[in-house]
């Protein structure tokens, strides 16, 4: 979640933003103001998958707090996360661990609520260069006999060649799935304006997006195509509570 990610085409793993409660938690670490966030991703073609999300972080001396909520759904087959996670900078890295609680409802069958631990970091090795790597699921939670939760590992690299360009790029493989290819761009071409883009292989899916911010307000906007899911649009706006 969170449009600045979707905007290029998810390369979230060297992200330092509130966001990184839903991507990779090590991104909340650098947070110096408290902040809170809300998103909607919208699936014209696709009924019942669209998807909320709301975002909270909060430094502490010791490091940042950050807290979410998600939606997934319709009143026939739903998902509702809720995480807790901490960030913390030691040295050129950020680390990051998390905890959530997923139900699963379908009409008819009930619900099934199961725990998961997220784990990642973020290494800036220069000041151009970053590296980042999440795990997604570690404990692999049963939903049933049969079924487990997804496990996710994600492994990407930032490139920032001038202050107002972002380079990114990442392999995201789900233990049992193909490895995903992403990779984007962030061009900041005005004080608060930027503008982005994004690419993603297997499958082959392409994002645009655009942000607006100012020292209290940051809204972010991304449009998504691909050949199965046709166009999908994500929408965020996040709120900093006070400022250094």
């Not at 997934?72 to 680390?95: I, K, P, R």
């Not at 973020?122 to 496990?151: C, F, M, R």
């Not at 990114?168 to 005005?190: N, V």
Request: charged share 15%; with cysteine.
């Amino acid at each position: 979640m969170g449009a600045r990610a979707n905007g290029m085409g998810y390369t979230s793993s060297a992200l330092f933003d509130t966001w990184g409660i839903f991507n990779n938690i090590a991104g909340i670490a650098k947070l110096e103001s408290t902040s809170a966030a809300f998103a909607y991703d919208a699936h014209p073609s696709l009924a019942g998958a669209n998807r909320t999300a709301m975002a909270f972080a909060m430094p502490l001396k010791i490091g940042v707090v950050g807290a979410g909520a998600y939606r997934f759904g319709d009143d026939l087959y739903n998902e509702h996360v809720l995480s807790a996670g901490f960030g913390s900078q030691f040295g050129l890295a950020a680390l990051g661990a998390q905890i959530n609680y997923i139900q699963y409802r379908t009409e008819g069958f009930g619900s099934k609520g199961v725990w998961s631990i997220n784990l990642g970091g973020i290494a800036e090795l220069t000041p151009q260069i970053s590296v980042g790597a999440y795990i997604i699921n570690i404990n692999q939670p049963e939903i049933n006999d049969q079924e487990k939760l997804p496990t996710k590992l994600v492994a990407g690299l930032g490139f920032k060649p001038i202050e107002k360009v972002f380079l990114t790029t990442e392999i995201e493989k789900d233990l049992d799935y193909d490895p995903i290819w992403k990779t984007g761009l962030e061009y900041k071409f005005h004080d608060k304006f930027c503008a982005r883009t994004g690419y993603n292989i297997n499958p082959n899916t392409a994002f645009f997006g655009l942000g607006f911010q100012t020292k209290k307000f940051t809204i972010d906007y991304a449009l998504q195509h691909s050949s199965s899911l046709r166009i999908s649009h994500q929408a965020s706006v996040l709120y900093q509570f006070n400022t250094k």
